[in-house]
């Protein structure tokens, strides 16, 4: 295994949409278990392919205190069932930064497994905010859209700063 590089906001490599996976084989394998090693190690709940510039639908998510609860969502599709509410949110990709985005509480979600089963389960609390997020991602978006323009400004001025100081 061995750790992926996540791309950091504001890399424009993050606004690309992800095509759907087709192919289910050893490289699909591999590129999850690189995804879930640098999403443990970062350390983070969740990892879009799309950060770690890979531009296919999947993400990778362990939400679980032990770390010991990963889900692998590929081509992952999600129906919004709940009620809207203040979601607290990171990012690997604007490291240092937590903000309020509205989200829905309960999803219901359609994806395949790693080896081309389709999985389908309803998700909520801090999964369903996760998937919602990690799914973003894969349209090249980001939370920080939701902010206002004056405070994603302010993100994207500091992080261009941190950027240039340890390039
Ligand atoms: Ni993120």
Do not use: W
Not at 11 to 37: W, Y
Not at 81 to 104: K, Q
């Amino acid at each position: 295994m061995s750790l992926l590089n996540i791309l950091q906001y504001p890399d424009p490599r993050l606004r690309t949409k992800a095509k759907p996976v087709s192919e289910f084989g050893q490289s699909l394998r591999t590129l999850t278990e690189d995804m879930l090693e640098t999403m443990y190690q970062a350390p983070g709940i969740g990892l879009a392919a799309t950060q770690v510039d890979v531009h296919q639908r999947i993400i990778v998510i362990d939400v679980s205190d032990a770390r010991d609860a990963p889900y692998i969502l590929v081509n992952p599709e999600l129906t919004l069932i709940g009620n809207r509410f203040d979601a607290e949110e990171g990012c690997l990709s604007v490291p240092g930064y937590y903000e309020t985005v509205e989200r829905v509480e309960k999803i219901a979600v359609s994806a395949f497994n790693v080896d081309g089963t389709e999985q389908i389960f309803d998700a909520e609390g801090l999964l369903a905010v996760c998937i919602q997020h990690e799914c973003d991602h894969l349209e090249g978006k980001l939370f920080v859209d939701y902010l206002s323009g004056l405070k994603r400004n302010r993100i994207r001025k500091k992080l261009l700063k941190q950027q240039k100081l340890s390039a």
